[in-house]
């Protein structure tokens, strides 16, 4: 593995928990394909949401919209290996879902991320608190 997915999992593992290591280690990936003159990458058009202001008071942070994606695709590995081996046809069943849901061109942008997700080991109850502890109640009713 390379410094920038390590500087990138380090980083993302101190600010976001299990979700932002494996969010860490994607862009490290990313910093990796564009210093390598890769630049066909999955970032789409750049454009961030900034993060709400609270008014100095203890609330819950609100979900923006690549939280549940991600959620889901972590979610996702962790079914699709917890029988020890990743079946074709698993990977395509939660392709198909993502493109009915988000799209075709976003699933496939997903999916570039799933790659990723797939060749790490997290803790499921570590994940399942963070989402918990990071989504809304409608999010993870969704």
Not at 113 to 119: A, E, V
């Amino acid at each position: 593995m390379s410094v920038s997915k390590w500087i990138g999992g380090a980083l993302g593992w101190s600010f976001g928990g299990p979700i932002g290591a494996i969010i860490g280690v994607a862009l490290g990936s990313i910093v990796d394909a564009m210093s390598n003159g890769n630049t066909d990458t999955f970032l789409g058009e750049g454009k961030q949401q900034k993060r709400p202001t609270y008014n100095g008071r203890a609330e819950r942070p609100q979900t923006q919209s690549g939280d549940f994606e991600v959620s889901l695709l972590i979610l996702a590995s962790i079914v699709i290996k917890a029988d020890g081996k990743q079946d074709q046809r698993e990977l395509d069943y939660v392709r198909q879902q993502f493109a009915t849901m988000y799209g075709k061109e976003r699933a496939n942008h997903a999916f570039q991320l799933f790659k990723n997700i797939s060749k790490q080991s997290v803790s499921t109850r570590q994940v399942c608190l963070q989402i918990k502890q990071m989504m809304d109640h409608p999010s993870r009713l969704q």
